[in-house]
C-alpha cells in the first residue's frame, strides 16, 4: 500500500506555535507529498492569520470547530484528512528536517498501523524547558515508563507525535473524550482490535512544553490521575510499575522521618539517586544550570504524578466512585 501522508495538528490560543511547526514544515527536506489539516478548537485567539500565510508553501488546510478538547479535534481533523495515514502533533511541536523521510523508511522497512515517536530539546530551548524535558524522558524517570522500547509492557505512543493508519481510525473511532490519557487509552484499544504498536525512534520531535513549574505540576498531575482510569477500564494493562513515582515520594517522606530518629541510610539512598540524576542531565545538557534545575522538576513531576495517582486510586479502585463525576476536569463533552 502507498501511504499518503496527512499530518494532524490541533491548536488552541497557540497561533506563534503553529508559525514555528509550519516553518519547520517549510524546511523538512523530503521529496513525499504531504498535507496538513489544521484544525482551530474553539480558540479565542486564531491561528487563520498565520496559516493562511502558509498557504503558498503548504499544501494545508483551515477548519474552526467548537470547543471540545484535542481528541475529539484530532478524529474531526483525521474525517476531513485526504490521505490514509495520519501523523498527530501537538502545536508546540517542532521538526527536525528529515522526519518524514525516517517515518517513511521505517513504515516501509516494518508497517505498523500506529507508532510513536520520542520528544527532544533544541538547543534553542530554555533552560527551564531543557530540566523538563529531561525529566520526562530521562530512563530514571517515569520516561523510563512511558518512552522508550523497555518500557512497561507494549509501546504506548503519545499524540505529541503519533502516526495512525486510516484503516486502523476507522476500526478504532479514534480517540475518546478522556483528557489527558486519550492516547494510551486508543493504544489499549487498538492491540484489542489486532493492531500494533511501535517506537520510531529516530522520528523524534522538538517538543517545546512551554510551561512554568506550576503548570509543569499541573500536567503532571493529571497524568497521574488519568493512570489509575486507564487501569480500571482496561485492567490487563496495570503493572506495579505505574506505582513508582507514589511510593517514591512515600518513601521520601518515610525516609526523612527516620532520619530524625538516626536511620540515615535511607535519605542516603534518595541523595545518591539525585546526584545521580544530576550528573546524567550534566552530561546529556553540557550546561550546569539545566542539570540543577533538573532536581526540583524530578521532585515536581514525582510529587505530581503520584498525588494524582494515590489520590485518584483511592476514589476509583477504593471507593468506587464514578471517574467522569470526581474528576470532571478530565472529560471533554464531544462537538456536535
Known amino acids: 500500500m502507498r501511504l499518503q501522508y496527512s499530518f494532524i495538528i490541533p491548536v488552541y490560543n497557540r497561533p506563534d506555535e503553529i508559525e514555528e511547526l509550519l516553518v519547520s514544515f517549510v524546511n523538512l527536506k523530503t521529496t513525499l507529498n504531504f498535507e496538513i489539516v489544521i484544525i482551530e478548537d474553539g480558540s479565542s485567539k486564531t491561528?487563520?492569520?498565520?496559516?493562511?500565510?502558509?498557504?503558498?508553501?503548504?499544501?494545508?488546510?483551515?477548519?474552526?470547530?467548537?470547543?471540545?478538547?484535542?481528541?475529539?479535534?484530532?478524529?474531526?481533523?483525521?474525517?476531513?484528512?485526504?490521505g490514509n495515514y495520519f501523523i498527530i502533533l501537538d502545536s508546540d511541536c517542532v521538526l527536525p528536517s528529515n522526519y518524514l523521510n525516517q517515518v517513511d523508511a521505517s513504515l516501509s522497512a516494518e508497517f505498523v498501523d500506529c507508532f510513536g515517536g520520542p520528544d527532544a530539546a533544541d538547543t534553542s530551548f530554555t533552560n527551564l524547558q531543557k530540566a523538563i524535558n529531561f525529566s520526562m524522558t530521562s530512563f530514571i524517570t517515569t520516561?523510563?515508563?512511558?518512552?522508550?522500547?523497555?518500557?512497561?509492557?507494549?509501546?504506548?505512543?503519545?499524540?505529541?507525535?503519533?502516526?495512525?493508519?486510516?484503516?486502523?481510525?476507522?476500526?478504532?473511532?479514534?480517540?475518546?473524550?478522556?483528557?489527558?490519557?486519550?492516547?494510551?487509552?486508543?493504544?489499549?484499544?487498538?492491540?484489542?482490535?489486532?493492531?500494533?504498536?511501535?517506537?520510531?525512534?529516530?522520528?523524534?520531535?522538538?517538543?517545546?512544553?512551554?510551561i512554568s513549574w506550576s503548570k509543569f505540576?499541573?500536567?503532571?498531575?493529571?497524568?497521574?490521575?488519568?493512570?489509575?482510569?486507564?487501569?480500571?477500564?482496561?485492567?490487563?494493562?496495570?503493572?506495579?510499575?505505574?506505582?513508582?513515582?507514589?511510593?517514591?515520594?512515600?518513601?521520601?517522606?518515610?525516609?526523612?522521618i527516620a532520619n530524625i530518629f538516626q536511620f540515615k541510610w535511607l535519605l542516603m539512598g534518595y541523595v545518591l539517586y539525585f546526584i545521580v540524576a544530576f550528573l546524567l542531565a550534566l552530561i546529556q545538557s553540557k550546561n550546569i544550570i539545566v542539570a540543577v534545575l533538573s532536581i526540583?522538576?524530578?521532585?515536581?513531576?514525582?510529587?505530581?504524578?503520584?498525588?494524582?495517582?494515590?489520590?485518584s486510586f483511592?476514589?476509583?479502585?477504593?471507593?468506587?466512585?464514578?471517574?467522569?463525576?470526581?474528576?470532571?476536569?478530565?472529560?471533554?463533552?464531544?462537538?456536535?
Request: aromatic share 16%; charged share 20%.
Open 47 to 82: 491561528s487563520e492569520t498565520v496559516v493562511n500565510t502558509f498557504k503558498d508553501q503548504l499544501n494545508i488546510t483551515y477548519f474552526f470547530k467548537k470547543n471540545s478538547g484535542p481528541g475529539d479535534s484530532r478524529n474531526f481533523g483525521m474525517q476531513k484528512a485526504k
Open 143 to 210: 520516561g523510563g515508563i512511558r518512552g522508550h522500547k523497555n518500557q512497561v509492557g507494549k509501546f504506548q505512543p503519545r499524540s505529541f507525535n503519533m502516526g495512525l493508519s486510516k484503516k486502523a481510525f476507522v476500526a478504532s473511532k479514534g480517540f475518546g473524550t478522556i483528557h489527558p490519557g486519550e492516547d494510551p487509552d486508543l493504544s489499549i484499544r487498538l492491540w484489542g482490535l489486532g493492531f500494533n504498536t511501535k517506537l520510531i525512534s529516530e522520528a523524534f520531535v522538538y517538543h517545546k512544553r512551554r
Open 217 to 256: 505540576y499541573k500536567q503532571v498531575h493529571k497524568f497521574g490521575m488519568v493512570r489509575p482510569i486507564l487501569n480500571l477500564w482496561h485492567p490487563q494493562t496495570a503493572k506495579i510499575t505505574y506505582w513508582f513515582p507514589t511510593l517514591f515520594i512515600l518513601g521520601l517522606l518515610f525516609s526523612v
Open 296 to 311: 526540583p522538576a524530578i521532585f515536581i513531576q514525582f510529587i505530581g504524578y503520584g498525588y494524582g495517582f494515590l489520590k
Open 314 to 336: 483511592l476514589k476509583i479502585h477504593v471507593f468506587k466512585k464514578d471517574a467522569e463525576r470526581v474528576f470532571p476536569e478530565l472529560f471533554f463533552k464531544l462537538s456536535k
